[in-house]
């Protein structure tokens, strides 16, 4: 319940309300641009540096591989419930469902501050299971876009390339095996900006992020309730069968939640991109806010409280 | 002074992810050239929409501007043509005099 | 092929806190869409001005376009007549194409 | 006379000397919106602290309803010396007199900042006031714009609302009640964006603010001699009428200093957008020029000394 | 009722460490008023190019727009004349018409 | 070798292969800006301070004449280099030639930087040296492009003028005025912005300079393999030219370095700027590809170790 008042999630309440009211408060977008690569950056250095430090564990090899089979296996399910109870095309089935089971990069950072403020910091190697869980899911809406029929090789390579080097995946990507290389000694001189400015940069960020994502509420279309009702539903499930894959693969309560958060939450980053690539018919408007306006402002506020308890009860 | 050649103005407002393939559109008719300008925002039919520069650029979107000859022109939108449903493109064209200085037209 | 139909292009210069209430007329007289464009500075009557987004935006400027039919077209402008003065916006007309793939045209 | 030489009077200084010899030198606008939406965030949550470490006193009431008074008081007599001295029409009048009456926050931080230098730090609470201080004024100078006739009810309220609403107020009023929340605790963790980078931040955007100040003097149509005279004059009476209620009210230097900077200064965030939509007809070139080419480069030099003396003289 | 006038608008694409001379040119015909607008990249005979703004403006555009009658057009286009080789500018013109409220009209 | 995995140059490898894998990756441009910005301020500050703290030495004076003759000499052979063995006309020649003689501040603070981590700190004065070697090059050049003769007197002085005016000039030379003001005690507060924050940003900055450079080698039309060549013996030559010249007047290790560092560096901000206006028929893709996309990353990652052997054994 106190973690409701960390600042972090009053920023983004913040956000909300003034957009909700309406007021003209708005974050120049190049500002919102440089703060989410700087929260990239910050992550993935942060990831390198502590893998750097405990090296590679079978812990970090369950925890990616529970990564990876969870989200190659959401968007099927998230696919059929999308299809019957939601209502939507195929295209626009498997394109939400793609959202689900990649992640978001935000929803895992807020998070990772929160578990670590409240003592239960996740193993550093949840970013890099994190960085594993953006793209696999892209592929598989993509299958599931086209009844289970594969693409054509060319093209679908082409995808795969462009997926890969989207902005935010290099960026964590590259910021990982940075920190990696540099180690915690490496990192002394720039922590003050990478370490030390985080939170509060982060606070910024979010109140944006709030701004962000109720002004994208107000104006959506084409969100029905049973829609939105799935945007709340899917990151319950999700995040709970999170929990039970980390407690039975033996992680700790943070890391656990960690896993939980990383199921829970859905993209609007690197998937949009390449789901306005790959499948241009697919309604942006739609999987945009039910990702970034409902599911994200749900998990920020609500799950990832409700995961740490479900964590707690079953580690 | 000057000479005036009329020429095509293609207008194209386009989500910054597909900017990419409309470029290799304009270059597989041999275009001159364009020159892409930023948007702040819009709404239209699909609904509302801000340039976050957050989302992916999923929200954003870039109007594409290129000046052709009669003839590329006609080139350009046929090549444009599949593509204008698929990616929801709002294409215009409009006519406009190219200005050339008159050593230029000599030379 | 493509079809163009011809469209009148209706552009507005106006300072920032005023693009609510053009959004809100534009709505009145149900125009298809807008699209808005931001502007770094410029010149005129009442002086040179730069876009410094922090005075408030009162020093501050956007380009808004419609693309309308010819009714819809005289339908706006009628509702602009009193703000033209008022706000201080600077609007022009003119012509274009918009281009629709010949499928959308059947369908 | 040594303040002159803080470097955030410096930047200020370099920022108008390379505008004035038309160097090419500009910030890139988001990166001054940036500035100043960072710097209301971080004066928001220190005032929020402040007054959650003190709680609600005396003080406190006393000097917002000060502030309030002064900031209903001073258009109205603004009004009367523009139309005579002034030689402006009514709508003109109105607007400018609004300015006045309201604040300019950058110009408060800067104060702030410097009487904490000299260790005569304002009270926390005034950073309330001048929330308080921001809209009032709008209110009064449209009254005087109708000649005391009333608005008509349903436009009054709509310009109300957005007055409220307006960007600056509600980030503000939402970081103060933030740091209300979280209080000097809470806000450790993200102290080092919001408080340790305060000071070196504040000289980039004063450096900005002189670019942009000086370019506006620069290319100002309609100001004449008068004008530009009332727009010293007026801070000057006004800053000497909030040293003297300061004073009387029984505050300390510091804060009767800060009371008299808020008197003295004008607004150019919040009332120029809201004078743009309320009297689109008045000449935002005119108060613009005023309020920020001349006024607040003349508080941020001269002003703030000066009212520092007065208030030694008079506390 | 609205009252349009028929006008010239004159586009120019100008590397933005050249806007000066531009403005002084405009100046010189003694232009109404001009508007900029940045741009964020394009391509043409002399390659492609990104808006970085660190490159010193060398890697950096902007298009300067301004609404002109017959008799000032002609004069700024001679004027432009030497410089539109020299700088490598993009010029076009194209028509409008100027929209002006009707009491503007009888005032 | 080791300086190759400091931060600043991983992320700068990391921007050059984003790009050149044709990854989506960009910075917005206000941020690369603000961020440029930014930089030359703390350099300038710290330049400042530190000759505030030495005062105005012998050894200033012979580095600084020592970079003035530099700048003056290097685009005279480069100019007949490129003549002969580049084939460019005498307009592209003198516009490339200015490039090479002026200096590039971001190899500088890169250089600086890494000096300084391996335990030999150029001295504060190079700062000075760096501002004083920004423009003369601009001049030679364009008595260069006219074949020995003058300007017209009128354009020449209107050069001048908008050259010193220049930016990055007015930022550099004015934060280093600041600097020398404010002396050390001053800087104190605004250390943290300014000193603390610097190494975590030049890493963001050196990031995007990947990304730009790799992208305009990309798109590069008029570069011959001649001319590539060039851009990589130039530094060399220049390098150890300024390590000769160095070790003569007797400047230590790191201040050879740095001024070798000067001799080899070609810019990118201010002349590029000054030749777009002075030599517009010239070749703004050819100049800027040369110094930004060969010789800044060859400084960055081969010269700038190179220039510290070579002074080691010199000095
Ligand atoms: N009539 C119009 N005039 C100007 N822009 C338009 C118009 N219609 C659509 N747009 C732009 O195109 C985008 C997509 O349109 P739509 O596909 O109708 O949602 C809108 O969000 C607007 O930015
Ligand atoms: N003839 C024109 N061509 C282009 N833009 C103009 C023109 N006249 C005015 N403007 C723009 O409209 C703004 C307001 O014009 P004014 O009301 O004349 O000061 C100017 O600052 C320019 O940005
Ligand atoms: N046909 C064209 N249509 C639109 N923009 C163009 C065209 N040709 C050139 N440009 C723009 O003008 C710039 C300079 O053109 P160029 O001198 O041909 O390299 C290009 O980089 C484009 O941004
Ligand atoms: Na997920
Ligand atoms: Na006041
Ligand atoms: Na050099």
Not at chain 1, 67 to 72: E, I
Not at chain 1, 202 to 223: N, Q, T
Not at chain 1, 225 to 246: D, E, K, Q, S, Y
Not at chain 2, 63 to 73: H, K, P, Q, R, Y
């Amino acid at each position: 319940m106190e973690t409701l008042f960390s600042p972090v999630i009053l920023f983004f309440v913040l956000g909300a309300l003034a957009a909700f009211a309406r007021s003209d408060l708005a974050f120049p977008e190049p500002m919102s641009k440089a703060l989410s690569l700087y929260l990239m950056c910050a992550i993935g250095l942060k990831g390198g540096i502590l893998v750097a430090g405990n090296g590679f564990t079978i812990d970090l090899l369950l925890a990616a591989t529970a990564g990876l089979v969870l989200s190659c296996l959401i968007p099927v399910g998230a696919f059929a419930v999308l299809r019957s109870f939601g209502r939507l095309d195929s295209t626009n089935a498997a394109a939400v469902a793609a959202h689900y089971g990649s992640v978001s990069v935000v929803t895992f950072i807020a998070g990772n501050q929160i578990l670590t403020d409240s003592g239960m910091p996740p193993a550093g190697y949840m970013i890099a299971v994190l960085a594993l869980m953006e793209t696999p899911a892209i592929i598989v809406g993509l299958f599931l876009a086209r009844g289970g029929n594969g693409m054509k090789m060319q093209s679908g390579q082409e995808l795969m390339r462009e997926t890969l080097l989207n902005g935010s995946v290099v960026l964590l990507t590259g910021s990982f095996i940075i920190g990696l290389v540099i180690g915690k000694e490496g990192f002394e001189p720039i922590a003050p900006v990478f370490e030390t400015g985080f939170n509060g940069l982060l606070c910024l960020f979010l109140l944006d992020m709030g701004l962000i994502a109720a002004r994208r509420i107000s104006h959506a279309r084409s969100l029905t309730a049973r829609l939105v009702l799935l945007a709340i539903i899917f990151p319950i499930v999700n995040g709970t069968i999170g929990c039970i894959v980390g407690a039975m693969i033996g992680l700790d309560v943070g890391t656990t939640t960690a896993l939980a958060i990383l199921a829970a939450s859905a993209s609007y980053i690197a998937v949009p991109a390449a789901m306005r690539l790959a499948l241009p018919k697919a309604d942006a408007g739609l999987y945009l806010s039910l990702s970034l306006a409902v599911t994200f402002p749900f998990n920020i506020t609500i799950g990832i409280p409700l995961y740490t308890q479900l964590a707690k009860l079953m580690v | 002074m000057v000479t005036k050649s009329p020429r095509k103005k293609i207008e194209i407002l386009v989500d910054t992810p597909l900017l990419r393939r409309l470029r290799e559109v304009a270059e597989g008719v041999e275009a001159d050239g364009y020159t892409v300008q930023r948007t702040q925002g819009g709404e239209g039919s699909r609904g509302r929409w801000f340039d976050d520069q957050v989302t992916g650029g999923a929200g954003s979107k870039v109007v594409f501007t290129t000046i052709l000859d009669d003839a590329t022109t006609d080139h350009l939108l046929q090549a444009l043509e599949p593509l204008i449903d698929e990616y929801g493109l709002l294409v215009t064209v409009s006519d406009v005099d190219l200005v050339r200085a008159q050593k230029d037209q000599a030379g």
